[in-house]
């Protein structure tokens, strides 16, 4: 599966953007697909994941109530819109493609295919 992510940019604090991941050489059914984000210094943080197959969404704390996910099956793209965007969203964004779940009450996640990044800078 090969992943290409866009709509990255600078936009301003409280602006927004939509991220676009498409996939190619596979089916978005079989996968679910995340979103992860690395700003500089820090580590890897999972953003967003949706199960495409049966439409389950999870989020982090740290945006849930600002980013949505979708899924456009049609075109083999999942989308992410981000909202009241603010310096701390600052970061190269990966969508990836594996599985995420709950097991257990806790949530799972696990990624065999990466995109290469895109990169979201908030500032005024």
């Known amino acids: 599966v090969q992943l290409v992510e866009s709509g990255g940019g600078l936009v301003q604090p409280g602006g927004s953007l939509r991220l676009s991941c498409a996939a190619s050489?596979?089916?978005?059914?079989?996968?679910?697909i995340g979103w992860y984000r690395q700003a500089p210094g820090k580590e890897r943080e999972g953003v967003s994941c949706?199960?495409?197959?049966?439409?389950?969404?999870y989020y982090s704390t740290s945006v849930k109530g600002r980013f949505t996910i979708s899924t456009d099956s049609a075109n083999n793209t999942v989308y992410l819109q981000m909202n009241s965007l603010n310096a701390e969203d600052t970061a190269t964004y990966y969508c990836?493609?594996?599985?995420?779940?709950?097991?257990?009450?806790?949530?799972?996640?696990?990624?065999?295919?990466w995109g290469k990044g895109t990169l979201i800078t908030v500032s005024s």
């Open positions: 990836a493609a594996g599985y995420c779940t709950v097991i257990a009450g806790r949530e799972s996640w696990g990624m065999d295919y």
């Open positions: 050489g596979g089916t978005l059914g079989y996968y679910a």
């Open positions: 949706i199960d495409t197959l049966d439409g389950s969404t």
